[in-house]
């Protein structure tokens, strides 16, 4: 009886030990505090979806924030404190990215290098099959230089773009780079004015904010 009692144990803190061990290995499942500076998600390094060739050209180079972007330093990335948001204009250097189908919705995961602190930050993309994530991107994301496309911003623009403010006056290209990309753009067009509204629902005090221009230039806004 002692020697099946002592079996019986023995076999009980084997199971347990081997529960254990088999708990401490890294499962994407359980994976809490990956910084992305060492570490991707297996359902992204493991896929064998192709990333899109536009996506491809990117990889090494520099990109510049439209509006303020959240970027998730640790895996996974959900709403937390080790989250940053980036400035207008902020310029982040792509270091790689990993493409994923699923049939229902495609992810893209771009890991970025910031350049204020040297540190791996990461971004999660989803669209539908039919929607091209290359594009989506680039409404993130400016793929040319604004310092150089756009010599003549003064610096006193450049500083309440970087703050995200509006002014009468400013371009559509300066409102984009302020705000970000808007959520709808109604858009009229006459014989000599061409004229839009562009909505942002998630900006204001919780109307949403609305920008009007008229041949290009901010005219008025309500929020």
């Known amino acids: 009886m002692k020697k099946f009692f002592t079996f ?7 199971g347990c030990a081997s529960s254990l061990l088999d708990v401490a290995k890294p499962r994407d499942s359980q994976i809490r505090d990956y910084s992305f500076s060492d570490y991707i998600p297996l359902e992204f390094k493991n896929s064998n979806s192709p ?11 520099p ?12 895996f996974p990335g959900l709403i937390r404190k080790d989250d940053i948001k980036t400035a207008p204009l902020e310029e982040l250097i792509v270091i790689d990215a990993y493409y994923k ?16 602190d040297n540190k791996f930050y990461a971004i999660y993309f989803s669209w539908f099959p039919y929607e091209s994530s290359f594009e989506d991107f680039k409404h993130q994301f400016a793929i040319e230089n604004p310092y150089e496309k756009y010599p003549e911003w003064p610096q006193n ?12 006056g400013m371009s559509r290209e300066q409102a984009l780079y302020s705000l970000g990309y ?15 509204q562009w909505v942002y629902s998630y900006l204001g005090k919780g109307g949403g904010v609305y920008l009007y221009f008229l ?9």
Not at 8 to 14: E, G, N, P, Q, T
Not at 101 to 116: A, P
Not at 157 to 168: G, N, V, Y
Request: charged share 25%.
């Open 101 to 116: 189908e699923t049939g229902i919705l495609n992810d893209l995961l771009v890991r970025f290098q910031r350049k204020l």
């Open 182 to 196: 808007p959520q709808n753009n109604n858009r009229t067009v006459s014989a000599s004015v061409i004229s839009e």
């Open 51 to 61: 990333l899109p060739v536009e996506m491809q050209s990117l990889i090494g180079k």
């Open 157 to 168: 623009d450049l500083e309440r773009i970087k703050a995200r403010q509006i002014w009468i």
């Open 63 to 74: 990109v510049w924030s439209y509006g303020e972007k959240t970027l998730h330093e640790k």
């Open 8 to 14: 019986f144990v023995c076999l009980f803190l084997s």
């Open 215 to 223: 041949n290009d230039k901010l005219t008025s806004w309500q929020d």
